[in-house]
């Protein structure tokens, strides 16, 4: 799988290594390159880049901006054709892949740097007790609920469902009252329709693999899987054509009643006249407490630039409390915060609605990590897809998952 990886990238990088080439031969020893995924740079990072190389005379960091679809192929690709930049954001799912492949080096953690995180966000960053990644963004769901549906279908609008016999029961109620889908479900081949699945996972103390060993094939996940076999009738109809936030859209517009999403979602509905609330995800019938997928991107070092030790200590400044607080808490773009603070209690006073999403993180888990990301996410598309549209009952599907998801641990 190794060789595999590398050379079929390897080929991809080729095709542009004249526009790359360029660039990385004018890379100087103080100088750290960054693939930075999106269309502009946050202000608030061009400010703490520019406190750091003050306090760094003679280096100089310089982000290169690149669309969201192409971010991580480009740094992945540039590191298998032997030209890696000094540092790129990627979803921390992939650094299993990338440190497999010997194309990143370790970041490690010390214990205060650890403990000053919530539960489990290192975890998404760690392999066999090391750490190949520092968190610079992270994401939990809530459940969004349309209160003035819940009172047309003769539910309680003040009364969100705890459990996920209730959100069945309810996205029934409306559907069957109101004509309206009571439920939002996302099952399109999009790496989301997995996250989406997670979440139930995570409410119900289930998991996917364990060290090396495979448990999806689980009571837990068989009752989450199950439990989106019955919600399905009482969804938006065809729910494979549909991604997150082309849900999130239909929500918006009140032509669902309750939708699983991240907190980016609260700051569009505020701009709506949708009556609207936000509660934890309902939970599971073997669930210890509220849960829910714990997604991080990262900032990944690669191997061979010359510049990884440096490297390392910007990805840790840029990604310290300070400068971190300040880009996650600024407003819509759905980012949970990382670590607990006196800042984080001031934004949650000021604004109730982020509660919830930081409530599940007690017994939520991370995105699994496997050899080959790709492969598992489509494995697991596959089992949920094969599900919501009548293709395969929730047992077989699961089984033939898991047997699936071996090649790829």
Same mark, same amino acid.
């Given at each position: ?212 060993? $495979? +448990?999806?094939?689980? *009571?837990?996940?068989?009752?989450? %899987? =199950?439990?989106?076999?019955?919600? !399905? @009738? ?83 400044? $840029? +990604?310290?409390?300070? *400068?971190?607080?300040?880009?996650? %808490? =600024?407003?819509?773009?759905?980012? !949970? @915060? ?72």
């Amino acid at each position: 799988m190794t060789f595999h990886f590398k050379t079929g990238l390897l080929a991809f990088a080729l095709l542009g290594s004249t526009a790359l080439g360029a660039v990385n031969a004018q890379a100087a020893d103080k100088e750290i390159s960054w693939i930075y995924c999106g269309d502009s740079i946050d202000p608030i990072h061009v400010k703490y880049i520019k406190q750091w190389e003050d306090k760094n005379p003679g280096w100089v960091v310089k982000p290169e901006l690149v669309g969201w679809e192409l971010c991580q192929d480009k740094a992945t690709t540039l590191a298998a054709a032997g030209t890696p930049v000094g540092m790129a954001y990627v979803g921390s799912r992939t650094l299993k892949q990338f440190a497999d492949n010997d194309l990143i080096v370790p970041i490690p953690m010390t214990d205060d740097e650890k403990k000053a995180y919530y539960p489990g966000i290192v975890n998404t960053v760690t392999i066999d007790g090391q750490q190949w990644g520092t968190p610079i963004a992270f994401s939990t769901k809530a459940l969004y609920w349309n209160k003035d549906l819940f009172k047309k279908a003769g539910l309680d609008p003040e009364k969100p469902p705890t459990t996920w016999a209730e959100e069945i029961a309810d996205a029934k109620t409306i559907k069957e009252k109101t004509g309206i889908p009571g439920y939002g479900l996302s099952a399109k081949t999009f790496d989301n329709t997995m996250h989406q699945f997670l979440h139930w996972v995570y409410t119900n103390n289930g998991k996917v693999i364990d060290g090396d060993k $495979i +448990t999806l094939d689980s *009571p837990e996940v068989l009752a989450a %899987l =199950q439990a989106y076999k019955d919600i !399905t @009738p009482y969804s938006v109809e065809g729910p494979t054509a549909y991604e997150q936030n082309e849900m999130r859209a239909i929500f918006l517009d009140g032509k669902v009643g309750m939708l699983q999403a991240g907190s980016g979602a609260a700051y569009r509905l505020k701009e709506t006249k949708i009556n609207w609330g936000v509660a934890p995800l309902p939970l599971g019938p073997s669930a210890k407490g509220q849960g829910t997928l714990l997604i991080t991107d990262s900032l990944a070092v690669f191997k061979g630039s010359g510049v990884e030790d440096k490297a390392i200590e910007f990805a840790k400044f $840029i +990604t310290s409390p300070g *400068p971190q607080g300040e880009y996650e %808490l =600024q407003g819509g773009a759905g980012l !949970t @915060p990382l670590r607990p603070s006196p800042m984080v209690d001031e934004f949650v006073k000021k604004d109730p609605s982020w509660k919830p999403f930081i409530d599940g993180i007690a017994y939520g888990g991370p995105e699994p990590l496997f050899k080959d990301y790709k492969g598992f996410q489509n494995v697991m598309i596959a089992m949920v897809q094969s599900v919501v549209t009548g293709q395969a009952q929730p047992a077989d599907a699961l089984k033939k998952a898991a047997a699936d998801l071996e090649q790829y641990k």
